[in-house]
Nanobody
């Protein structure tokens, strides 16, 4: 079993910055990718950014130039540096990971979510 633990959410004023982190723990062979989704109440969960084991990054256009996703392979962590935050970035942010288990099967995991609120 793999657990994803997120940290770093909170309240910030427009134009401010926050850094989200997510750590994967458990027993597994490897991680294909990790990333972040977000959900606004009443809306579907949307992709924010993912980073693959080879460094490939997929990012939604609305955050390009403002958010930076990075990973720490040694610690099985992914970070999301969010700059120039806007009120429309307000959402619950979820960490996700595509993991290869010790049985060599791929499974997808989600974190519990962390609230990000951008408001003056």
């Amino acid at each position: 079993q793999v657990q994803l633990v997120e940290s770093g959410g909170g309240l910030v004023q427009p134009g401010g910055s926050l850094r989200l982190s997510c750590a994967a723990s458990g027993t597994f062979l490897g991680i294909n990718y990790m990333g972040w989704y977000r959900r606004v109440p009443g809306n579907q969960r949307e992709l924010v950014a993912t980073i693959h084991s080879d460094g490939y990054i997929n990012m939604v256009d609305s955050v390009k130039g403002r958010f930076i996703i990075s990973k720490d392979n040694a610690k099985n962590m992914v970070h999301l540096q969010m700059n120039t935050l806007k009120p429309e970035d307000t959402a619950v942010y979820y960490c996700d990971a595509d993991v290869v288990g010790i049985d060599r099967r791929r499974r997808h995991y989600w974190g519990q979510g962390t609230q990000v609120t951008v408001s003056s």
